[in-house]
């Protein structure tokens, strides 16, 4: 069983920042691809970010390019999204989530992750 858990949500301004954690507990993190998804209300869960179990291999949606960086500590089995520039279409509860394989690349697809955190609400005001 993986667990993951969430923290860094929150209210911040139009224009503002915040940090988004997510650690697992297990030792296989280091194995599987990560991903960051965000589900507003009335709205179906979308891709974010992920990070691939090389650091140096992301992908973001459209919508988080040049705003929010992706990256991941081994060490410490977290994985973190700073999102910079935040606007209020932002405002969803962000999730994490584990690749359901031992993949080198990144998915985009919820379908492609397996384990879920409980997720954390970003509110972003104008």
């Known amino acids: 069983q993986v667990q993951l858990v969430e923290s860094g949500g929150g209210l911040v301004q139009a224009g503002g920042s915040l940090r988004l954690s997510c650690t697992a507990a297990?030792?296989?993190?280091?194995?599987?691809?990560m991903g960051w998804f965000r589900q507003a209300l009335g709205k179906e869960r979308e891709f974010v970010a992920g990070i691939g179990r090389s650091v140096s291999l992301t992908s973001y949606a459209d919508s988080a390019k040049g705003r929010f960086t992706i990256s991941r500590d081994n060490a410490k089995n977290t994985v973190y999204l700073q999102m910079n520039s935040l606007k209020p279409e932002d405002t969803a509860v962000y999730y994490c989530?584990?690749?359901?394989?031992?993949?080198?690349?990144?998915?985009?697809?919820?379908?492609?992750?397996?384990?879920w955190g409980q997720g954390t609400q970003v509110t972003v005001s104008s």
């Open positions: 297990g030792r296989t993190f280091t194995s599987y691809s």
């Open positions: 989530a584990r690749s359901k394989g031992q993949w080198i690349g990144v998915r985009t697809s919820r379908y492609e992750y397996d384990y």
